[in-house]
């Protein structure tokens, strides 16, 4: 190399003078590495500085959205970081110093979008509706610090963004297992904090039925309660019996159903009801078995496991009159213009051998019973839509003639294809695949996990689901409006573990809804779940690390009596150490570099660290080698 000349020398100082402060600020704002936003904006530009809030920091809100952001946003910024904020209503200047909500009428600007700019002077926020100025302060809450410090800075930067779909929802079945409604408000608030924006409450099902309909008390009086199993695996338990005291359960009252309809509303959370009918009905069956197709039933809401005769009678018209009452008692009470109506699993057997059943196939000229379903569904959608909703329905729906006007929430997969033929259809459809985004299957190894089905649905995998199928046509895709994470609750006993399953897979799922393709990394959203881990232990919300988890499995060479072992996991930039001797893995063991060669006969242990040595993964991985 040639020595550099005297004005060289005074050049190179000199630009490395005039260059230090743009690498500072650089590689301090470095996106999805330093912001760590969940869900991904779509545009993000980084500034320099910080902007200080302080107890003196002015608030000035549009005067129309005062009232609900006047009393939410001070109570979040005083339990994120401990400062108490002011806010007035108000046009403001955008000149001052202070954070600014301004309502543009720009009618390039989307629903829910927002533009965010963060300056050493301060923040203003552009949105066209309340909507987007609550999904601005999500990602200004995300900007502060995690805890309460001495000084708050919050980066200078520039964000554009808006959702990709007007659906992000999140279902939660309270029947299986109950869950008090103040554990469901602590969910919408945390689910709204990361723009998920549909609340999709499954109230009915075999094991409880959740809802008041005043019509109808014996719903909640019989149908909310059933014999306790705690502690016997979910699929061998034995039906109750009439003497059993019938002990566990619970419902909402309608009082209660509306403070969470009005809680989730000031957080941009819309609630949709669903009265799974004509299967899954077995509580109802329960509290009124007169709708059953055998006059003389008798049954008892089921505990769990398989709840065989749990379909509604299609063919006696007492079935659609019960229905209708209870259909109208429900839409009153939802402002949402959604009702669902479920429509899944139907077991038809009873309908083969129900008189009344197959009076109605001949008397409306039906083929089969999958066509009396259909002639059920068009049945529940006609109320519906008396009642001013639209019905949604699980894809069975599309079954025999379909249900014209509804909107599909599309899960099967595999056999079927309701992802691709509902909007081929012309149907709006939600996607809801059992592949990537039923969470009520497990979420790492089955040895490591809790009870749950077999099949692994990990993080990465629902971060990795893309909505709209390939084979659409630019216009079915439109008719996709949004997509959904489903949380079964056969398999959450409690609400820790409830929680346990909905976080972080619910974070993904929020991205995958909000984000455009092009701006998601799932190395950017590994590393920016760490900061969120920490989030939720501050919000005492309870989370699984199974992310950390690894697979192990093992091949076995007969014919040079050797065994090849694999460890993998979902994560990126961490390290597998594992031992042979027995003992628990340390930085200080065996570094897995690719498949690995033993002797039979040893126990291999293994774990995943950082570079710190940290142990990340939750349970140790065990592999004995036969």
Not at 52 to 57: A, D, N, S, V
Not at 566 to 586: A, V
């Amino acid at each position: 190399m040639y020595p550099l000349t005297k004005s060289a020398d005074r050049m190179k100082r000199k630009f490395k003078i005039l260059m230090l402060p743009l690498l500072v600020g650089l590689f301090a704002y470095l996106p999805g590495k330093s912001l760590d936003l969940i869900p991904q904006p779509q545009q993000v530009k980084m500034g320099t500085g910080y902007f200080e809030l302080t107890e003196k920091t002015k608030v000035i809100v549009p005067k129309e959205y005062a009232k609900d952001l006047s009393a939410y946003l001070p109570t979040k910024v005083l339990a994120d970081v401990g400062i108490k904020i002011q806010v007035v209503s108000g046009q403001g200047s955008v000149a001052g110093k202070g954070i600014f909500f301004e309502k543009t009428k720009d009618p390039a600007m989307a629903p829910e979008a927002y533009e965010l700019s963060v300056s050493q002077d301060r923040i203003h926020v552009k949105a066209r509706d309340y909507a987007g100025m609550f999904n601005a302060f999500q990602t200004i809450r995300q900007l502060m610090p995690v805890g309460k410090v001495a000084v708050v800075n919050i980066p200078s930067v520039t964000i554009t963004d808006q959702p990709r779909f007007g659906w992000r929802g999140m279902m939660l079945d309270v029947s299986r297992h109950f869950r008090t409604k103040e554990f469901v408000l602590k969910q919408i608030d945390q689910l709204s904090a990361y723009k998920i924006n549909k609340f999709h409450w499954h109230l009915t099902d075999d094991q409880g039925w959740r809802i008041e309909i005043k019509k109808y008390p014996k719903l909640t009086q019989k149908g909310a309660w059933r014999a306790d199993r705690t502690g016997i695996a979910w699929w061998e338990r034995k039906a109750a019996t009439a003497e059993e005291p019938k002990t566990v359960g619970g419902f909402y009252t309608q009082d209660d159903v509306k403070e969470v309809i009005e809680y989730a509303r000031v957080r941009n959370v819309e609630v949709i009801p669903e009265i799974d009918v004509p299967a899954h009905s077995k509580a109802l069956i329960a509290a009124y078995p007169e709708l059953f197709c055998l006059d003389s039933a008798n049954f008892e809401v089921a505990v769990g496991g398989k709840a065989p005769d749990n379909a509604l009678c299609a063919g006696k018209e007492s079935t659609y009159a019960f229905m209708e009452n209870v259909i109208a008692e429900v839409a009153a009470l939802f402002p949402t213009p959604y009702f669902h109506i479920g429509g899944d699993e139907c077991d038809k057997r009873n309908w083969l051998k129900c008189p009344h059943c197959q009076k109605t196939i001949r008397d409306h000229q039906l083929k089969d019973v999958e066509e009396l379903q259909s002639h059920f569904i068009q049945k529940m959608n006609a109320m519906i839509v008396k009642n001013g909703k639209v019905m949604i329905g699980w894809d069975e729906i599309l079954s025999g003639k379909g249900a014209k006007g509804a909107t599909i929430m599309a899960w099967r997969r595999g056999r079927h294809s309701p992802e691709i033929d509902a909007p081929k259809d012309g149907y709006p459809t939600i996607m809801a695949s059992y592949q990537q985004s039923y969470i009520s299957q497990v979420q790492g190894p089955n040895e490591l996990e809790p009870e749950g089905p077999k099949g692994i649905v990990a993080l990465s995998g629902v971060y990795g689901y893309e909505p709209i199928p390939q084979e659409l046509t630019a216009a079915e895709a439109k008719l996709v409006i949004g997509t959904e994470a489903c949380l079964w609750g056969e398999f959450t006993p409690t609400p820790q573990h409830t929680e346990y399953m909905l976080y972080p897979r619910a974070l993904a799922n929020a991205e995958v809804a909000w984000s455009n393709p092009e701006v998601k990394s799932w190395p950017r959203f590994q590393a920016a779940i760490e900061s969120h881990f920490d989030r939720m232990r501050r919000d005492e919300v309870n989370f699984s690390t199974s992310m950390y988890s690894i697979y192990g499995s093992y091949a076995l060479d007969k014919l040079n009596k050797q065994a090849m072992v694999y460890l993998l996991t979902e994560t990126e930039g961490y390290q597998i150490y594992y031992t042979i001797d027995g003992s628990n893995p340390t930085m200080n063991a065996i570094k897995y570099e690719g498949v690995a060669v033993h002797q039979p006969g040893i126990t291999l242990k293994a774990g995943l660290f950082d570079r710190d040595g940290k142990l990340l993964s939750p349970k140790i991985t065990e592999l004995k080698l036969k």
